[in-house]
């Protein structure tokens, strides 16, 4: 009786803030929300024509089929493996170019290069469709053609599946270190000059300043991108895996994640009950993976918890 | 007093300029080699493959484009469309939310919050997302779907309710408030000018979204003269037949005579033009953003 009425006092006091906030409010219902109910399509077996509840409903049947044909395993491997490697390099060749191009003295030099190393983030990622075709399709691909050039056998990248997975990697760092490399140089630039003048005065020289300054100093950001990512471990980069290996079966067992076997389900195979299956596995796992983070951090240290 | 560079000094910049030149070569090299391929004759193409420099240098690739651009022409009207419709949409919206959510005197601003960011944290995936918008909402082949779904994303409400903290004064508020503005004026005539750099950054990152986006068109959209910029680009490089199909309509007959390889880099040039002219000028706010952003969390 008592939150009711604090509701609706709020509510003619500050109406107008409500109905600002309202739009908002209707797409994520709408958007986010009332898909939540198309979760007990994982429990049936679906059919287009009749509505959500009157299809067949199979218990747990899907789940089991994934767990047993071995899929669900080999594409939560893959998800968390190939994200693991994107955090730890990314994070690492961003600190690293953030701390090289913040002591270059020359201004122009830094600007320009800074923006190169940006540039990938800005470009489509059906680019990078276009970039693997342009280097590695078999008959007029940059790698062959400069392979024949030097007298050397042609090779077929697209038969070689675990040349995908460095692929994959490379093309993930180009594409986003850019990106983590622009924050921590914000960083960078954020610490004070004086404990570098008087680590200076000290004797302390290049190496033991990044060493002893810079790097601690980058803690808090480090650990904000880290739990960002961490929260999204169990989500892959699914344009980038799709555009990078399309439909190509071939290349599944080392290249498939999550969202792709989803999309494909759903695309190609139309197998709704699997793919909703597969999705409400993700989407729990990724849940349960980001409570257990949040917990651990906040009993670590309460500051950088999530929420 | 000036202190002494220390010896290791001179060593380690000269490493810094090295690994930095190579690594800004590798962000360059694919470019480089999609432009060359671009401007190089399709006969020799077929017969050397893509080189880093043109063997024969030829335009008949974007000739091509030029001659039959319908296609590319629609491509580039959905997508200018939806990235104008959809960023102004989506800013005007989430600098409403950002507004009200950073509000210390609205008093759920905290359970709305968490109402937002909880779907990052959960959903119900993709199968039923697509099933609603095409079974429930029927929304296939509309220009609405290609809007609608991107409008906003928790991340950016977050981005910008702190911008609009850091940036607008509870106290200019306040005062406005004594003055007899409601919420609405404070916010069109106040918030909004005080915190443009905030919404030029989330314009940004919207405008950018709507378009490189190629997945809604891949979703939703069956009718090919509805497809967005980035997802005709795919198609033109992954679908065999999409080329040929460009003279289709107009009477003319193209057959096998059609530069395909250099076309498609050519296409790829086209599509991707308007980001690399546009970044050097754009790239500041985003810098500028994501520190503000950064150092705020």
Same mark, same amino acid.
């Not at chain 1, 190169?116 to 008959?139: A, G, K, R, W």
């Not at chain 1, 792709?260 to 695309?267: A, D, P």
């Not at chain 2, 959903?123 to 779904?149: A, F, M, N, Q, S």
């Not at chain 2, 989330?202 to 009718?223: K, M, P, R």
């Given at each position: ?43 049936? /077996?679906?059919? !287009? &024509? +009749?509505?959500?509840? *009157?299809?067949? %409903?199979?218990? $747990?049947? =899907? ?10 395993? /080999?594409?939560? !491997? &893959? +998800?968390?493996?190939? *994200?693991?490697? %994107?955090?730890? $390099?990314? =994070? ?216 | ?297």
């Amino acid at each position: 009786m008592l939150k009711r009425n604090g509701l609706l006092k709020e509510f003619k006091t500050n109406w107008l803030l409500f109905l600002m906030l309202l739009p908002t409010l209707l797409f994520f219902l709408l958007n986010s929300y009332t898909p939540m109910v198309g979760i007990y399509y994982a429990f049936t /077996r679906f059919d !287009f &024509n +009749t509505s959500l509840f *009157n299809s067949q %409903f199979v218990g $747990l049947e =899907n789940f089991k089929f994934l767990w047993k044909s071995g899929v669900l395993l /080999r594409l939560t !491997f &893959n +998800t968390v493996g190939y *994200n693991i490697v %994107f955090i730890v $390099l990314g =994070n690492v060749l961003a600190i690293a170019l953030a701390i090289l191009l913040s002591e270059l003295r020359l201004q122009w030099f830094k600007k320009l290069t800074q923006s190169i190393l940006f540039l990938p983030y800005f470009v489509s990622f059906v680019i990078l469709s276009v970039i693997v075709y342009n280097v590695f399709n078999y008959e007029s691909g940059f790698l062959n053609s400069t392979l024949k050039q030097l007298g050397a056998e042609p090779v077929d990248v697209y038969n070689t599946p675990w040349v995908w997975i460095f692929l994959i990697i490379i093309f993930y760092l180009w594409k986003n270190v850019g990106y983590s490399m622009v924050i921590y140089l914000a960083s960078i630039t954020g610490i004070s000059d004086e404990y570098y003048e008087a680590a200076k005065i000290d004797g302390a020289n290049i190496l033991q300043r990044i060493w002893y300054i810079t790097i601690p100093m980058l803690k808090t950001t480090f650990v904000m991108l880290l739990l960002f990512a961490l929260g999204s471990i169990m989500k892959g980069q699914f344009d980038l895996f799709y555009q990078l290996i399309g439909n190509n079966g071939m290349l599944y067992n080392t290249t498939d994640i999550l969202d792709t076997y989803v999309y494909r389900s759903l695309k190609v195979t139309f197998d709704i009950g699997m793919s909703t299956a597969a999705g409400l596995y993700q989407s729990l796992f990724g849940f349960v993976l980001i409570m257990t983070v949040n917990y651990i951090i906040r009993r670590i240290n309460d500051e950088y918890a999530l929420f | 007093m000036k202190i002494k560079e220390d010896s290791y000094m001179k060593g380690f910049r000269i490493v810094a300029v090295i690994v930095i030149v190579c690594a800004s070569l590798a962000c360059l090299f694919p470019f480089l080699l999609i432009i060359s391929a671009s401007f190089t004759q399709n006969e020799s193409i077929i017969r050397e493959g893509y080189k880093l420099v043109p063997s024969v240098f030829s335009m008949e690739g974007y000739r091509t484009v030029f001659q039959f651009p319908k296609q590319v022409l629609d491509a580039y009207s959905v997508t200018v469309f939806t990235t104008i419709v959809g960023t102004t949409l989506g800013l005007f919206l989430m600098t409403m939310a950002g507004y009200v959510l950073q509000r210390r005197d609205f008093k759920y601003r905290n359970i709305f919050s968490f109402f937002i960011y909880f779907t990052t944290l959960f959903g119900g995936g993709l199968v039923p997302w697509y099933i609603l918008i095409t079974k429930y909402l029927k929304l296939t082949d509309t220009l609405t779907v290609l809007i609608y779904p991107g409008l906003m994303t928790p991340f950016l409400i977050i981005l910008m309710k702190n911008f609009i903290r850091s940036a607008v004064p509870d106290e200019v508020v306040e005062s406005a408030k004594i003055d007899g503005a409601n919420d609405f004026t404070i916010y069109s005539r106040i918030v909004l000018q005080l915190s443009m750099p905030g919404i030029a950054t989330v314009g940004l990152f919207l405008a950018l979204h709507y378009w490189n986006d190629w997945f809604t068109s891949s979703l939703f959209i069956n009718d090919t003269s509805k497809y967005q910029l980035q997802y005709y680009l795919y198609n033109v490089i992954n679908t065999m037949s999409f080329i040929a199909g460009m003279g289709a309509g107009t009477g003319i007959s193209l057959g096998q005579e059609l530069p395909t390889e250099s076309t498609k880099m050519a296409m790829s040039i086209i599509v991707t033009g308007p980001i690399l002219l546009l970044y050097p000028f754009v790239q500041r706010y985003f810098v500028k953003g994501l520190t503000i952003g950064a150092v705020k969390g």
